[in-house]
């Protein structure tokens, strides 16, 4: 049996790293990037792969994953960092973009790349960082080629365990902004419920588990409510930038596709504002300390 190709890799992050990580265990030769050069060579030194010093340290790879805030810095990445990632990679490679990228953006850069005839895919993800370590993430893949994606297939099924085939090249980034907006808007629907029923005396813990034993029952409510807004734990491993990006993206796509998604506006606008008074470094289970002054943290002081 023939030995793994190498595997470029991109972006070291709380996603990014623990997904490396598992390639490595999963026996693919890595060349690895980040910003940060001293978590770029632990990590190297750690799983004995390759830290990329510059952008021709990539040439012997055949596919490159990024795992980057967005679509801008994954242009940086593959066409502005010395002379650019893709530029050392031969004819046929694949690239991966599983960041949270503008779906028009991939679009731009797919057209930048095909001249060079490296073949790119959007494959963003769900999950966070409990199921990047595991394994376990759900992937939305689009792109125009079959036989990229099929060479893309071996690494794809290390780091997903739910692969679902969204379509076209910006397809997948486009599921991963809609599907953030839902669960971003049902969290602010949850917690604004919350907020109206203290003022009529209700126990935010009774009203979560009414909701979970009813229609109102959703992921905002058996875990982020429950387990890092009532209990003060914040700690869902994913930021307020990133969901106020992509609540961002998804409105910027329906005014795009001049449909009428009035929802989608004003939940853009309330994750924008909650960031700004927040900022970049605050969970995204914390944007109800922007939003409402309530007394939801009752639970954690109790707790405490």
């Given amino acids: 049996m023939a030995d793994p190709a190498r595997v470029g890799f991109i972006g070291l992050g709380k996603m990014g790293w623990p997904m490396a990580h598992n390639l490595a265990a999963a026996g693919f030769p890595l060349v690895v990037r980040d910003a940060d050069r001293q978590r770029q060579e632990r990590f190297a030194d750690e799983h004995a792969c390759i830290a990329a010093e510059t952008a021709p340290a990539f040439a012997d790879a055949s596919l490159v994953v990024t795992m980057l805030p967005d679509d801008k810095v994954v242009k940086q990445a593959l066409v502005d960092w010395d002379g650019g990632v893709a530029g050392a990679l031969a004819p046929g490679a694949v690239v991966i973009d599983m960041s949270s990228s ?60 739910r692969l679902f085939r969204t379509g076209p090249l910006g397809s997948g980034h486009a599921m991963k902004a809609l599907n953030n907006f839902v669960g971003g808007t049902t969290y602010a629907i949850v917690v604004e419920a919350l907020a109206v029923g203290d003022r009529f005396g209700l126990d935010p813990q009774t009203m979560i588990d009414v909701m979970n034993a009813s229609t109102g029952r959703s992921f905002n409510t058996e875990d982020v409510v429950k387990n890092h807004v009532l209990t003060g734990a914040y700690a869902t491993g994913f930021a307020l930038e990133l969901m106020a990006k992509d609540v961002g993206i998804a409105a910027g796509m329906a005014e795009m596709s001049d449909v009428d998604a009035p929802l989608c506006s004003l939940s853009s606008r309330r994750w924008a504002e909650a960031l700004d008074d927040l900022g970049f470094g605050a969970d995204h289970s914390e944007a109800h300390k922007h939003w409402w002054a309530t007394r939801l943290d009752r639970g954690a002081k109790a707790a405490g």
Avoid: C, F, H, Y
């Fill in 102 to 161: 503008n779906p028009e953006g991939t679009k731009a850069l797919g057209e930048l790349l095909s001249p060079q005839r490296i073949a790119l895919l959007d494959a963003p993800v769900s999950g966070g960082v409990t199921r990047a370590a595991a394994g376990t993430l759900t992937l939305m893949i689009g792109g125009d080629d079959e036989e990229a994606i099929a060479r893309a297939q071996p690494v794809l099924a290390v780091l997903g365990e």
